[in-house]
């Protein structure tokens, strides 16, 4: 299973990755497990001071960028 995480304390680009993370795990018919990441302390924790950021099975994969449902696809394939 794969461990999804986004970063970000729920300002709408925050809603907007999780949205598209989730359509991109759904459409990659990955087994799967979605978490938002909002308190600032674990944010930090992975070495991450932009949101929103995805953290794919413990890596962190982007920072402080929206990326399209096609580009997250590739990063969590």
Known sequence: ??????????????????????EAAKASGLDYELEKVSELNKIMSFGVFMTPALVVDGEVKVVGKLPSVEEIKKMIG
């Open 1 to 22: 299973m794969k461990k999804l995480q986004v970063l970000g304390p729920g300002c709408p680009k925050c809603i907007e990755l999780a949205k598209r993370t989730d």
